[in-house]
């Protein structure tokens, strides 16, 4: 399965250059002097393309899947927002596998690591139709990943992974600052995760207070040599930054004012779609 490691280009909705255009300018300037190749992509009903964009599966095939999140279905104007990533990609001239078509499941739910892909247990719940094991089956034989489940913390709404843990590479496993806000449930997730990976860290923090977007550091942008890291303006900034470039000394890692993404309920990663091309 392709990796963040092995990513190369970025592709981000064109609705983002007016609904949060500090962190689009930024962002793309950061993208274009590393020559990170960009796209932007017409035709999304919001900006979050993490979501509903297909999952690369290998070089030339994309797993895509079925993007109905319960938590847009609560009025007219959230269901309008949901865009057809399959059907979007297929117009950009990717190809797609089937195995997934009927499986609802939101692209922010799926943290690749290698050989292992990450998902909430929400995924169960919104696919009442299958059983555990059937559900959990169809997904590795479609990813060709072992399927690691954790916990859904139903305070969280979405039930996404990518908010609560990234992969860093050589088997090992970052955790956001969740201890902040729930340490049992950090607990958990740890106790699911340490039999799947060598090393599992967690970021921390010196104050006391939990700032509401200390969750976002973990939902960076990445390629394969850079690192795009939200910032707030504020010290999380740099003990965050800190952190992460110990645990991935290989890679330069930028920040970008993400004040004006964040307020909408997402990070970097949810508003970037990364693939590998054979980009000429």
């Not at 319960?70 to 990609?89: C, N, P, V």
């Not at 973990?218 to 504020?234: E, G, K, R």
């Amino acid at each position: 399965m392709i990796t963040d490691f092995k990513c190369n280009r970025v592709y981000l909705s064109a609705k983002m250059a007016s609904l949060c255009p500090i962190t689009f300018q930024k962002l793309t300037e950061v993208l274009s002097m590393h020559t990170i190749k960009w796209s932007l992509m017409e035709g999304t009903n919001d900006i979050w393309c993490r979501d509903f964009m297909p999952i690369q599966v290998d070089c030339n095939s994309y797993a895509g899947y079925r993007y109905y999140p319960d938590y847009l279905l609560k009025s007219m104007r959230y269901r309008q927002s949901i865009t057809d990533g399959s059907e979007l990609a297929k117009g950009l001239g990717f190809s797609l596998i089937s195995e997934m078509k009927d499986i609802i499941i939101d692209g922010g739910n799926v943290v690749k690591c290698d050989d292992k892909v990450i998902m909430t247990s929400k995924v169960f719940e919104e696919n009442p139709s299958y059983t555990v094991a059937q559900l959990s089956n169809k997904i590795e034989n479609a990813l060709g990943a072992e399927l690691i489940v954790i916990p859904w913390d139903i305070n969280e709404f979405f039930g996404h992974s990518d908010g609560v843990c990234r992969y860093i590479g050589n088997n090992r496993l970052l955790l956001t600052s969740y201890r902040e806000i729930d340490k049992r449930m950090t607990d958990r997730f740890i106790r699911c995760l340490e039999p799947h990976f060598k090393e599992v860290h967690e970021l921390h923090f010196r104050s006391k207070r939990s700032k509401s977007t200390n969750w976002a550091y973990i939902n960076w942008l990445q390629t394969d040599n850079i690192i795009v890291m939200p910032s707030f303006d504020t010290q999380e900034d740099i003990e965050a930054l800190d952190q992460i470039s110990s645990y991935m000394p290989s890679y330069k890692i930028e920040m970008v004012d993400s004040r004006d993404l964040v307020v909408h309920g997402g990070g970097l990663n949810c508003c970037s779609w990364t693939t590998y091309e054979n980009i000429r």
